[in-house]
C-alpha cells in the first residue's frame, strides 16, 4: 500500500505541474483525468474503497463535462506562448513543491498527527499548484480546473481526518456544480464571440 500511495503522489505532483505550466486543453483534460486517479488512491489509504470511488466517478464527470464542452467549442483559442512563460510557471510550481516539502512535516507534527505525511504532502500538493494556477490564468476553463484540483486536494486531507458520508456528498454535489458552472461560462463566451463575429461578417 505504501508502493501504492508513494505512485500516487509522484501522479499528483506531475499532473498538477502539468496543469499549471500547460495551457493546451488536451493536456489539461488528460492531467485532470489522471490527477483524480491519483487523489483516489491517496483517499483509499483512509476511506472504503466503495466511498473513495465516489470522488473518483464524481471527478471523471465533472472533467468530461467541462473538456467536452469546451471540445465542441466554435473557436478553441490557439495558445501561442513564449519559452519565457513556461520557464516561469514551472519555477514557481518546483518552488511551491519545494515549500510543501519543507513544511509538511512541521505542520503534520503540529495540526495533523494522525495524518499520513504523503496523503498531507498530496493535498497540499494539489492546493498550492491549483493557488498558483488561478493567480496565473483569466481563462474560465482553466480557472474551473484550477477550482476542482483546489477541492480535489481539500479532499484528500479531509478524508485522511475524518470520514462522513454527508460532507462526500456535499462534495461530491459541489464538485459537480463547479463544472456546471463552468459549462454555462464556457456556453455563454461562445455565443458572444459567434455573435459578435456574425456582425463583423454582416458589415
Not at 58 to 73: C, D, E, H, N, Q
Not at 142 to 164: D, H
Amino acid at each position: 500500500m505504501q508502493i501504492l500511495s508513494v505512485l500516487a503522489f509522484v501522479l499528483i505532483v506531475i499532473t498538477a505541474m502539468s496543469i499549471l505550466v500547460f495551457r493546451d486543453w488536451r493536456i489539461v483534460s488528460v492531467a485532470l483525468v489522471l490527477q483524480y486517479l491519483g487523489a483516489f488512491t491517496l483517499v483509499t489509504q483512509s476511506w472504503p474503497v466503495g466511498m473513495a470511488v465516489v470522488k473518483l466517478i464524481v471527478g471523471w464527470m465533472a472533467t468530461a463535462a467541462i473538456s467536452l464542452t469546451y471540445f465542441r467549442r466554435e473557436n478553441i483559442p490557439l495558445f501561442s506562448e513564449t519559452p519565457s512563460s513556461f520557464i516561469f510557471r514551472g519555477l514557481i510550481g518546483l518552488l511551491v513543491i519545494l515549500t510543501i516539502f519543507i513544511a509538511a512535516p512541521k505542520l503534520q507534527a503540529n495540526m495533523f498527527p494522525g495524518l499520513d505525511l504523503l496523503v498531507l504532502q498530496g493535498g497540499l500538493m494539489l492546493v498550492g499548484l491549483a493557488l498558483m494556477q488561478l493567480g496565473t490564468t483569466q481563462g474560465t476553463f482553466l480557472t474551473i480546473v484550477s477550482l476542482l484540483s483546489l477541492l480535489s486536494g481539500f479532499e484528500i486531507i479531509y478524508a485522511g481526518l475524518e470520514l462522513s458520508t454527508l460532507l462526500t456528498g456535499l462534495l461530491a454535489i459541489v464538485n459537480l456544480g463547479l463544472s456546471l458552472v463552468g459549462v454555462y461560462f464556457i456556453v455563454k463566451i461562445n455565443e458572444e464571440v459567434a455573435i459578435v463575429q456574425s456582425e463583423e461578417d454582416q458589415q
